[in-house]
């Protein structure tokens, strides 16, 4: 009888010790993500990763503030919605113990226009919209750099050095530069000639980056989008499937038949 009653609270004792471990494959893992098209690819991510044990939950968010700061607070377990150089400028801002695991696709950006069929096409004080944030607000200056409308400081726009507009050195037709908050450029397309808008605002708007846009950035560029998880759970096994899971062949599938070159795989 003592023996069964050792037994019993040892199994009870080592169940207990084991419950801390038993954690992301026995629960749901919350992943933040945009509305739209990165919302579309993360419904497959989550059935692939179901095959592999591991189960997803997406939240949909509409704004680029909300999901980094609700990865920090721990409210969700991963997000990915993001690139690279607007996950370094969050870090700067805000703090962030945020890290880089994993890359989604490449959505070029580009400039659309209700008015005008090339940013070359663009009258002298034309009134343009920008993002407000830096890192965004940046890669659409070196888009019109890109296409001859602006030339910037040199030493600015690249390298980690975020352009605005106080660095535009040259603006030939004096563009009137508004800055507005990404999510808004699309419905403020009608009041201005021409609009930087990222890809995922762009196609809930209707518009097709390879179809629509005046002028678009490279297919292949520093603006990767990246899965991100917590700075203390990058090495959790988790974090490896739901890597794995995103870059299956499944989600290459989905993204090149249902995107159409809009959106590439980055992996």
Do not use: C
Request: charged letters at 25%.
């Amino acid at each position: 009888m003592q023996r069964r009653t050792f037994i019993t609270h040892f199994i009870a004792l080592a169940a207990a010790l084991a419950a801390p471990f038993a954690h992301a494959e026995d629960k749901v893992l919350k992943v933040g993500t945009m509305s739209g098209p990165d919302a579309q690819i993360w419904s497959v991510v989550t059935k692939v990763a179901a095959r592999e044990g591991l189960q997803l939950k997406v939240i949909e968010f509409n704004d680029y503030v909300q999901p980094n700061a609700a990865l920090d607070a721990g409210d969700l377990d991963a997000n990915g919605f993001q690139h690279q150089p607007f996950l370094d400028s969050q870090i700067r801002q805000r703090g962030y113990r945020i890290v880089n695991v994993g890359l989604t696709y490449t959505s070029p950006m580009g400039f659309y226009s209700k008015k005008f069929k090339s940013l070359k096409d663009l009258p002298e004080g034309a009134k343009v919209g920008i993002q407000n944030d830096p890192s965004n607000g940046n890669r659409a200056l070196l888009l019109l750099q890109k296409y001859g409308a602006i030339r910037l400081k040199a030493g600015v726009g690249a390298n980690g050095v975020n352009a605005t507009p106080l660095d535009v050195a040259d603006n030939p037709k004096k563009i009137k530069l508004i800055e507005l908050d990404a999510a808004q450029l699309p419905r403020a397309l009608g009041d201005l000639d021409a609009a930087s808008i990222n890809t995922d605002y762009a196609v809930k708007a209707g518009l097709s980056p390879t179809k629509d846009a005046i002028g678009i950035e490279d297919l292949k560029g520093p603006y990767a989008n990246l899965i991100a998880v917590r700075a203390q759970d990058r090495d959790k096994p988790w974090v490896k499937k739901l890597v794995a899971a995103y870059e299956s062949e499944d989600v290459r599938k989905f993204i090149d038949g249902q995107f159409k070159g809009a959106i590439v795989p980055a992996f």
